[in-house]
């Protein structure tokens, strides 16, 4: 009986792979953030490893694939970020605001994670919800939760939970495209105290009839 074929060449180290396929979506950020997607030659990407182009398809299929993986990577570090940002913290309240300052402290740091982001938005419309809001949308509920529990303790006025969200995450998603584009040099510190201050305080010094 013959015996069984061996695979040629060594088994595929998982560690291994998931580096190099981060040292991929690294360059890759960097290089798509600097050119654009239509016009960044897979090469360059390569070429920014000292690799093939071959070895760059072997993990990514296409410059899509290549191109929505870095997008995510993105908003995976974002959440990273944001996580570890509020470890340890108890209070509800302050968790928010160390949410708020760690994500603009986020795209503070990672402006390359931002130009995607709107090269997301222009180059695949077709999409039936970019990768921003897929990543938003699957970690709301505890989120929810935390608000739901302030509104229950009266620190926070009744109005449903949704609402509360949606303008702190529309804030924070306004703001830093607003500033992207007008190019503002104010601190994230900065930002954070405006709309931590609004939020938590409110415009009026009485309640409107």
């Given at each position: 009986?013959?015996?069984?074929?061996?695979?040629?060449?060594?088994?595929?180290?998982?560690?291994?792979?998931?580096?190099?396929?981060?040292?991929?979506?690294?360059?890759?950020?960097?290089?798509?953030?600097?050119?654009?997607?239509?016009?960044?030659?897979?090469?360059?990407?390569?070429?920014?490893?000292?690799?093939?182009k071959g070895t760059?398809?072997?993990?990514?299929?296409?410059?899509?694939?290549?191109?929505?993986?870095?997008?995510?990577?993105?908003?995976?570090?974002?959440?990273?970020?944001?996580?570890a940002g509020i470890?340890?913290?108890?209070?509800?309240?302050?968790?928010?605001?160390?949410?708020?300052?760690?994500?603009?402290?986020?795209?503070?740091?990672?402006?390359?994670?931002?130009?995607?982001?709107?090269?997301?938005?222009?180059?695949?419309?077709?999409?039936?919800?970019?990768?921003?809001?897929?990543?938003?949308?699957?970690?709301?509920?505890?989120?929810?939760?935390l608000v739901a529990?302030?509104?229950?303790?009266?620190?926070?006025?009744?109005?449903?939970?949704?609402?509360?969200?949606?303008?702190?995450?529309?804030?924070?998603?306004?703001?830093?495209?607003?500033?992207?584009?007008?190019?503002?040099?104010?601190?994230?510190?900065?930002?954070?105290?405006?709309?931590?201050?609004?939020?938590?305080?409110?415009?009026?010094?009485?309640?409107?009839?």
């Amino acid at each position: 009986m013959t015996p069984p074929s061996r695979p040629r060449g060594r088994p595929r180290d998982p560690v291994a792979q998931a580096q190099r396929e981060d040292e991929l979506l690294e360059a890759a950020t960097k290089v798509f953030a600097e050119h654009g997607f239509r016009q960044t030659d897979v090469q360059w990407i390569a070429d920014a490893l000292c690799i093939g182009k071959g070895t760059v398809y072997r993990c990514f299929p296409s410059k899509e694939a290549l191109f929505l993986a870095a997008v995510d990577r993105g908003m995976r570090q974002l959440t990273a970020a944001v996580a570890a940002g509020i470890e340890g913290v108890e209070d509800p309240v302050a968790m928010i605001a160390v949410c708020v300052r760690c994500y603009l402290a986020f795209f503070d740091a990672h402006p390359e994670v931002l130009e995607l982001l709107i090269q997301e938005r222009a180059e695949f419309k077709d999409r039936s919800k970019p990768t921003f809001f897929v990543h938003r949308d699957a970690h709301l509920d505890p989120w929810r939760v935390l608000v739901a529990g302030l509104i229950r303790d009266g620190r926070v006025r009744p109005m449903k939970v949704d609402t509360v969200l949606d303008v702190l995450n529309q804030t924070l998603y306004g703001t830093i495209f607003t500033d992207h584009f007008v190019q503002r040099r104010r601190s994230f510190a900065s930002r954070a105290d405006e709309i931590l201050d609004v939020v938590f305080h409110g415009i009026l010094t009485e309640p409107c009839s």
